[in-house]
């Protein structure tokens, strides 16, 4: 299940795992309960493009394979 970075405002970066499919756009953060926005590790990859989340599935599955 892929991992996902919500960032507060307030308390900074929480990780999350959600299916791919399901992924909220924002959760409640941890700490305060306000409102964490979906955030990406990489900043090569915007929010909010389709083709996003198939790139970090293939460099998952590609890094999954090469430890094995
Ligand atoms: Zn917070």
Same mark, same amino acid.
């Given at each position: 299940?892929? %991992?996902?970075?919500?960032?507060?405002?307030?308390?900074?970066? %929480?990780?999350?795992?959600?299916?791919?499919?399901?992924?909220?756009?924002?959760?409640?953060?941890?700490?305060? /309960?306000?409102?964490?926005?979906s955030?990406?590790?990489?900043? /090569?990859?915007?929010?909010?493009?389709?083709?996003?989340?198939?790139?970090?599935?293939?460099?998952?599955? %590609?890094?999954?394979?090469a430890?094995?």
């Amino acid at each position: 299940m892929p %991992t996902y970075v919500y960032r507060c405002t307030t308390c900074g970066d %929480t990780e999350r795992d959600f299916p791919m499919s399901r992924k909220p756009e924002s959760v409640a953060c941890p700490d305060c /309960h306000g409102t964490a926005e979906s955030a990406f590790t990489s900043p /090569h990859l915007g929010a909010g493009s389709g083709t996003a989340f198939g790139v970090i599935d293939a460099k998952k599955k %590609t890094a999954d394979q090469a430890t094995r």
